[in-house]
């Protein structure tokens, strides 16, 4: 458990926050769809999501971010997902419980991602995610805030500089061994969320996160 007395809590945002896979899957079955290929089962795809484009299409149409024609094929892919990228995705069941908790307490929270504000903005604002009653987010740093995403820590700290608290005094939680390495970098406590996509680097448990959380309430017992 911590030493330091802890006053933020951040969040990763696709897999750990919000699932986000389904919508993101979709995208990918549409641009399938477009070459004549049928669709891939959620499941068969679902822990690639966190790497977004990167992952997906490397996944799900043999396109490798070496390929020559990447960056045609994101902006292809990037496109169907702008257009519907709230359709199925919500917070993780036990999330709107945790936020609430958090602010009852006086603690303040935020999202480090590295979806870029493109999609993140619109995505947010289509959750109600920061509106009264919903979630007060205290910041929101993006893929393409800082100069270098995750797994830098600059954009965790960036955040820590915005809301004015040490990172010593923050916690971070993410899905990905990305998240628990930029945390790490940046002196947060850092925990890996096993209810989200994990990616396929390494297993959780080798990640070296301070601790590995099932559900959002287990974050709790870090305040403490």
Not at 12 to 23: F, K, M, S, V
Not at 46 to 52: L, V, Y
Not at 66 to 75: G, K, N, Q
Not at 150 to 164: F, Q, S
Request: proline share 7%.
């Amino acid at each position: 458990m911590p030493e330091a007395i802890i006053k933020a809590v951040l969040f990763d945002l696709d897999g750990t926050l919000a699932d986000t896979a389904p919508d993101l899957v979709g995208a990918l079955n549409r641009l399938r769809h477009e070459e004549n290929l049928a669709p891939l089962p959620l499941e068969q795809l679902r822990r690639f999501a966190s790497q977004g484009a990167r992952g997906l299409l490397r996944e799900g149409m043999g396109i490798p971010q070496d390929h020559p024609e990447y960056a045609v094929w994101a902006e292809r892919f990037l496109q169907h997902y702008a257009r519907s990228l709230c359709v199925s995705t919500a917070l993780f069941d036990g999330m709107q419980a945790l936020l609430d908790d958090l602010e009852q307490r006086g603690l303040v929270w935020g999202i480090v991602t590295n979806k870029h504000s493109r999609f993140t903005t619109p995505l947010l604002q289509a959750m109600k995610l920061g509106q009264s009653g919903l979630g007060e987010i205290g910041c929101v740093v993006c893929g393409d805030t800082t100069a270098n995403p995750k797994p830098a820590p600059d954009p965790i700290l960036h955040a820590c500089t915005t809301l004015g608290i040490p990172p010593g005094q923050s916690i971070y939680v993410g899905d990905d061994v990305r998240d628990i390495q930029a945390g790490r970098s940046a002196g947060c406590i850092t925990l890996a969320a096993a209810w989200g996509y994990l990616g396929c680097d390494a297993p959780i448990a080798e990640w070296a996160a301070d601790g590995i959380i099932h559900q959002p309430c287990e974050i709790l017992d870090w305040l403490d």
